[in-house]
């Protein structure tokens, strides 16, 4: 989506390094996710929030950590405590806060995180 | 939790022929079914929903139907394209307030020219 911009578009992580990969959205949306996505699986959510220095851990949030100061920006650290960080990592956004009901995600085109 | 299964994992057709991907769900307060289509490299791109108080909705040659009885709901592409080669996901929305997507494994469609 072109409101929503990741980077880098690649990223390599050595032993026991920490890094950070960024969200930032135009939309004006409320909501902003971080998905994990494995080969042949689906997505699996790893953190949410749904307003500003608000948020909350997904299924798989072991060994990340995010922060939600500014409603544009939404980023994810993998820590050293992640021991399988390689995966695809997709950044979603949704318009509306917690009781708007059900509206679309929409996502951004993602980071591929490596192992050096 | 809620838990959706997708198939076929892999579904191969030839251009101008119909696909159909079928998906079901666990909760039954589920009421939001989003469509998703992930190209190489991408993000997944929404394609079409669903809500839980309509049984079928069209757009040009996509279509998706509802059987919330069953718990199960489909996605269908008539006429076929090239261009339709990707990843589709289905997904159903939980039913709290922070109304999670829960998501199916992905088929890879391959369309035949």
């Known amino acids: 989506d072109g409101g929503i911009t990741q980077s880098p578009k690649y990223l390599f992580r050595k032993e026991g390094q920490n890094v950070t990969l960024s969200c930032e959205q135009n939309l004006n949306h409320d909501a902003m996710y971080w998905y994990r996505q494995d080969p042949g699986q689906g997505l699996r959510l790893i953190y949410y929030s749904q307003i500003v220095n608000d948020f909350q851990k997904g299924d798989i949030a072991e060994g990340y950590s995010v922060s939600r100061e500014k409603k544009e920006s939404f980023p994810l650290t993998v820590t050293s405590a992640q021991k399988n960080p390689t995966a695809f990592y997709l950044c979603?956004?949704?318009?509306?806060?917690?009781?708007?009901?059900?509206?679309?995600?929409?996502f951004g085109d993602g980071t591929r995180l490596s192992i050096l | 939790g809620e838990n959706v299964e997708q198939h076929p994992s892999t579904l191969s057709v030839q251009e101008g022929d119909s696909a159909v991907i079928k998906c079901t769900y666990s909760?039954?307060?589920?009421?939001?079914f989003p469509w998703y289509k992930q190209e190489l490299g991408k993000g997944p791109q929404l394609i079409i929903d669903i809500r839980s108080n309509v049984g079928e909705k069209k757009d040009q040659r996509i279509a998706v139907t509802l059987n919330k009885t069953a718990k199960h709901f489909s996605l269908h592409i008539t006429e076929t394209q090239p261009e339709d080669s990707a990843v589709y996901f289905c997904?159903?929305?939980?039913?709290?307030?922070?109304?999670?997507?829960?998501f199916g494994s992905g088929t890879q469609l391959t369309v035949l020219p």
């Open positions: 979603a956004t949704k318009f509306g806060g917690p009781f708007s009901g059900n509206q679309p995600q929409h």
């Open positions: 997904a159903a929305s939980s039913s709290g307030s922070a109304r999670q997507l829960t």
């Open positions: 909760d039954s307060a589920s009421n939001y």
